[in-house]
Structures are given as C-alpha cells and as structure tokens.
C-alpha cells in the first residue's frame, strides 16, 4: 500500500503545488464557492505506471445546499479515490467550480469517478460526448453504480451503445421537426416562428407612413414592436 498522493511525492495533489492543468474537456453541455474535500484514500501499489502514479479523481455533486452529499463521498472514499471534488448545484448550471477543479487534476491515465452518471450531465448526448473527450485525453472514466468502468471491454462497449443510442436519437429528433414542416407546410403553414404583425397591422402601418408627420419610431411603438421589426416586416412584403 501507499500514502495518498499528497503525502507521496505526486506533486498534483501536493499543498501549494502549481502543476494542476486543463486537459480540454468541454462539460458546457453537461455553474455559490463550494470548497472539496480530501480524502487520503490508500490506494494499492499495481495502480503506479512507469509514468508516475495512476490517479482517481472523484467527483461528486448535489442539487441544493440543503442535500447531503455524505453518500456519494463515502462511496468514492471507499473505491479509493486520491481526492474528491464537489459542487453544490444544479445539473442545469453549465459552469461547475468543483468539476473544473476535477478536470484540471486529471491527466493521461487517470481515471474520473463518479458515485452516478446523472451527477455529469442529464442527457445522454451530453454524457456520451463528455466521456469521449475524456478518452481523447487518455482519461478513463468509472460510475460506482452504474458498473461502468472504460479501462474494461465491457466498459467500452456500453459507451459505444451510449454513443449509438444519442446519435439515433438525434436523428429521430431531426426526422420528426422535418415531417412536421412538410406536414404543416401541406396545410398552408410556414415553419419558423408567427409573425409579428398580422396583415391588418401592416396595412395600418403603410397608411400610416404616407404622413410625413408620424415618424417611423412613432408607429412601431403603437403597434409594440421595435423600428426595425417594422421595417424587415414591410421590406419582406414589398419583395414577396
């Protein structure tokens, strides 16, 4: 057995040390300072590589302040991660400290740990394409209880299946929005958002703007849009 890597010479983890780094990853998809915890977990000596020694970053997240996140730290304490990150906040925040934190720890083959797969993203895409960033910076990743590990086969092949899942999705998705226009199209509707000005509001416009008297601005404002809404309405129907 070993210390934890701030005790053993790995200056990642070391206090004060300035050798954390990005490695890249986008969870943009996948935002109130919450500091992480750290946990001096003994990690067996079969994880050490030529390369130095192979790392578990962990990360674990809640909705509110009001949630425990006692469960999903005791999890990863257990599956002897060498340090916990953690953010208290929604999935639907974009920008999260504690995983920028995680990520910026993480290097070639080390592997993130998570206690679930929705503490990443809430969509299938926005996991598949976060875990495949990952594998692009030789980062492995592991769900405590989903069973996913990607350093195994079995690992690997569910991702894939993820992967092809989300891109059949996305497909449907696109199938179904272009069935809907050509169906509403059939029906005399155009896709896009309604306009603005019904054909009533645009003839009062035009009688309007023969006095020279009335501005322009004047007349958007008593139909409440802007001017220029105003103007693309009545250039488009001058060309149609």
């Known amino acids: 057995m070993r210390p934890a890597p701030n005790r053993c010479g790995n200056e ?16 943009s998809g996948i935002a109130a300072d919450w500091r992480c915890k750290i946990y001096d977990a003994p990690v067996d000596s079969a994880t050490s590589s ?35 990150f953690q953010d208290r906040q929604s999935g639907a925040v974009t920008r999260r400290p504690g995983l920028d934190d995680a990520l910026s720890h993480l290097r070639a ?35 405590l209880t989903d ?22 999705e996305r497909d449907l998705l696109r199938e179904r929005t ?25 003839a009062h416009a035009e009688r309007l703007m023969t006095d020279p008297k009335v501005s322009h601005a004047s007349i958007a404002r008593s139909l409440g849009v802007d001017r220029s809404t105003l103007h693309r309405t009545l250039a488009r129907k001058a060309s149609s």
């Open 178 to 202: 272009r069935a809907g226009l050509v169906a509403a199209k059939s029906r005399g509707r155009e896709g896009g958002r309604p306009p603005k000005l019904s054909d009533e509001q645009i």
């Open 50 to 84: 030529a390369a130095g020694f192979v790392v578990l970053v962990g990360y674990a997240r809640v909705s509110t302040a009001e949630q425990s996140l006692d469960l999903q730290l005791d999890a990863l304490k257990q599956a002897a991660c060498d340090r916990v």
């Open 109 to 143: 083959g080390d592997t993130l740990v998570v206690w679930k797969l929705d503490r990443l993203g809430r969509t299938v895409r926005q996991l598949v394409t976060f875990v495949e960033d990952l594998q692009g910076n030789g980062i492995a990743f592991r769900s």
């Open 12 to 27: 990642r983890f070391c206090a004060g040390s300035s050798n954390a780094h990005s490695v890249g990853i986008d969870h």
């Open 147 to 168: 069973g996913i590990d990607t350093t195994t086969p079995a690992g690997r092949f569910f991702f894939h299946v993820m992967a092809a899942l989300a891109e059949m």
